[in-house]
C-alpha cells in the first residue's frame, strides 16, 4: 500500500497567495525527494533532503524535513501562474525503494 | 540529447493486442525503471533495473513484462492489453538505486486501449 501520505490532493490558489503541501509517512524516512509536473509533462526532480530537521529554499519555494524525518512540507510564497502543476513528494522507508506521495496538484486563479 | 527518451509517445491500440515500449538514457545510470501514471495522477514503481538486474518487481500482471539488454535500455512489453491499462508510462533512471538516486524521467509514453 501506498507508504508516503500527501495533502492536500488539490491547491486552488490566488495569484500573489501562499500555499503548503504536506507530505507524511507512518515510517522513517531516509530521505525525501520532491518532484513538480507540469500539465502534460513528466515529473522533474526538484530537491532532496536528508537530515533531520533540515530545511532548504529555492526562490519561492521552501522545503522541509521534520525532526523525526516522517513528514516533509513544500511552502511556496506568492504563487505565480509558472507554479501551476502537480507537486510530488517520494520518500525511501527503511532505505527501501521510493515511494511517491499521491501528488498535490495546483492551480492558479489570475 | 535528451537524457531518457521513450518510444513511442503515444499509442492507441485494441484490447487484446500486444505492444512494446522502449526507453534509453544517456546519463551512464545504472538503474532504470516504469512507472505507471493513472488517470489520478498517482505513480505507481512496475519494475526496476540495476545493471542489466531486476531488483524490484511489483505487484504486476505478467502480462507485463520487462527486459533490459544493457544498462542503457529497458523496455517494456505488454501483452493482450486490456482497458485498464490504459495510463501513461514513465521511464526514469538514477545513478544509484539506494538512498541518494534521484529519478530523470522520460517524457511519458501515453497508452490508450479501445
Known amino acids: 500500500g501506498q507508504q508516503v501520505m500527501q495533502i492536500p490532493q488539490y491547491q486552488h490558489v490566488q495569484e500573489g497567495e501562499d500555499f503548503t503541501t504536506y507530505c507524511n509517512s507512518s515510517t522513517t524516512l531516509s530521505n525525501i525527494q520532491w518532484y513538480k509536473q507540469r500539465p502534460g509533462g513528466h515529473p522533474v526532480f526538484l530537491i532532496q533532503?536528508?537530515?533531520?530537521?533540515e530545511v532548504k529554499k529555492q526562490k519561492r519555494l521552501t522545503f522541509q524535513f521534520g525532526e523525526a524525518k516522517k513528514n516533509s512540507s513544500l511552502h511556496i510564497t506568492a504563487t505565480q501562474t509558472t507554479d501551476v502543476g502537480t507537486y510530488f513528494c517520494a520518500g525511501r522507508p527503511n532505505d527501501y525503494k521510493l515511494s511517491f506521495g499521491a501528488g498535490t496538484t495546483v492551480t492558479v486563479r489570475a | 540529447d535528451t537524457a531518457v527518451s521513450q518510444t513511442p509517445k503515444y499509442l492507441v491500440t485494441q484490447m487484446g493486442n500486444d505492444k512494446s515500449i522502449k526507453c534509453e538514457q544517456n546519463?551512464?545510470?545504472?538503474?532504470m525503471y516504469w512507472y505507471k501514471q493513472d488517470s489520478k495522477k498517482f505513480l505507481k514503481i512496475m519494475f526496476s533495473y540495476n545493471n542489466k538486474e531486476l531488483i524490484i518487481n511489483e505487484t504486476v500482471p505478467n502480462r507485463f513484462s520487462p527486459k533490459s539488454p544493457d544498462k542503457a535500455h529497458l523496455n517494456l512489453h505488454i501483452n493482450s492489453l486490456e482497458l485498464g491499462d490504459s495510463a501513461v508510462y514513465f521511464c526514469?533512471?538514477?545513478?544509484?538505486?539506494?538512498?541518494?538516486?534521484?529519478?530523470?524521467f522520460g517524457e511519458g509514453s501515453r497508452l490508450t486501449v479501445l
Open positions: 526514469a533512471s538514477s545513478q544509484e538505486a539506494g538512498v541518494a538516486g534521484e529519478l530523470f
Open positions: 546519463l551512464g545510470h545504472d538503474t
Open positions: 533532503l536528508v537530515k533531520s530537521g
